[in-house]
């Protein structure tokens, strides 16, 4: 095969790319550094969903309860001006049989304390 039939004639075509496509991820990737991020009215919340919490509390007879469980969804809480989580519980004093436990409640976050990360 002649060499001229296999690269065209002037500027190779491998090496060249349409301007308007880099123009367009320059502008893309420059934006996303000179335009402020907006800031969360509501703060962050203190648990991310995987979080391994506890929950601790007094009940009716004024004995120290505590359950164990895993954070499974965050959402702020309007009435309470609070984050608040849903909680996959997985241990406790409850009996073993009562566990993992999952009763769609939410739970306020004041009422949490870290047990670890997932």
């Given at each position: ?31 996303l550094y000179l335009v ?30 505590i359950e164990y469980g ?48 997932a």
């Amino acid at each position: 095969m002649p060499t001229s039939a296999r690269f065209p004639e002037g500027r190779s075509q491998h090496f060249t790319f349409p301007r308007r496509e880099l123009l367009q991820r320059l502008a893309s990737v420059t934006l996303l550094y000179l335009v402020p991020r907006p800031q969360s009215k509501y703060g962050s919340p203190l648990f991310v969903i995987g979080d391994k919490v506890a929950d601790y509390w007094i009940d009716e007879f004024n004995k120290e309860c505590i359950e164990y469980g895993n954070v499974c969804g965050v959402c702020w809480h309007p009435d309470e001006r609070e984050w608040a989580y849903s909680i996959e519980w997985t241990g406790g004093g409850m009996p073993d049989s009562c566990y993992p436990c999952f009763d769609n409640n939410l739970t306020i976050g004041g009422d949490l304390r870290l047990v670890s990360h997932a």
